[in-house]
Each structure stands twice: as C-alpha cells, then as structure tokens.
C-alpha cells in the first residue's frame, strides 16, 4: 500500500500464469484446489516436468533426493548458470535430511536460503521460499493433501518451478496424490 501511494504506481491482479508450464500449473492447482489454472503456454514444454515419487525409508528418501537433483543437474546443464537453479522445499525442517547439507553429496554445491548464490543448490522450507522461483523445484513433507495447509503448501510451492517439479511423499500417502490424479487430468484436457 505504502508503494503505491508514494510512487503513484498501478497494481493490477494477474489472470494467467506466465511462470509455469502447463503440467506444472496444472498439477499445482489440481493436488490443491488453489489458483488460476490459466496458463500462458511456454515455448516448449520440458518431459517431464512433473513427477510424483515415492519412499518406503529415511534412507530411501535420502537416495530418492540425491537422484532427483543429480538428474536434474543434467537437464539443466543447457542453460545459462544463473537459470540451473534446484530448491529443495520442505513443509518443515524436519522433512530435510541432514545428509542432503554434506560436501559433495550432489554434484553442485548446496546452501540455505540467505546465502545461495545463482548456481547453488536451495535448501529451506516452502515459507521460506515464497514469493521466489526455481527452475526445479522438490518438494518434500506434503504428507497430507486433505488438509487445508498441505494444500496452500502445495500450491505455493508447486507455482514455484518453472520448468521441472518433483513431488516426493511417504508412499502410505499415494492413496491421496492418486484420489487427486483426475482433478489434475481434468484441467490439464481443459488447458489443452
């Protein structure tokens, strides 16, 4: 408010999505329910772009994580070093594995939030995250989509990737990304 009575600037209210692809804003919307499902297309959509993952075991999770951002890596490596960018999103702390913080545990150098440079891997929680944007983006901790701040923490962190998305849940919790699936498939026909 502040801003725009000292600056004489004119806000308005975005309609379409210009930030994610189609699968990604998609996807955001329908596990949450959340925002505008209406994109404008990019160029050329990434394959893969969304994927749901699943772990039976901390250890399993930690190895899914170390996959995930390696691979990503590589899809990646085309663009300019300032775009490679990889945040690690969690609901809490407590969904970060220690692990993923050591030297040399993926193949780029890691950091928190604060101090993250362009090519740095982003490690934090999706609140400390909002209002930003990756170009990949793994999400962790969303155990529970039924409930309401599951949801808004899914959306928010999901609108968050522009190019890749990675959903990693504890497989009890498939059940619920599954029951969601034909709301994603919904708006994904009406976006097409």
Known sequence: KRLKDTAGVSFCRLKVNCRNTRDIATCS???????????REKDKQ?????????????ENLVKEIKTQVNDLLLRLN??????????ILAADQDFLPPE??????????????EDAAPWQIKIGTLQSFKGLEASAVILLGLENLDKSLDKELMYVGGTRAMLFLR????????????EKQPDVLKLRQLLS
Do not use: C, D, W
């Open 100 to 113: 993923i913080n050591g030297k040399g545990f993926f193949n780029a150098p890691v950091s928190n939030m």
């Open 167 to 178: 959903i990693i849940v504890h497989e009890q919790n498939k059940t619920t990304l599954i």
């Open 29 to 39: 919307h329908g596990l949450s329910g959340i925002g505008n499902p209406k994109i």
């Open 78 to 87: 085309n663009l300019a070093p300032e775009s490679r960018t990889i945040a």
């Open 46 to 58: 990434p394959e893969y772009s969304v994927r749901h993952l699943f772990y039976k075991s901390p």
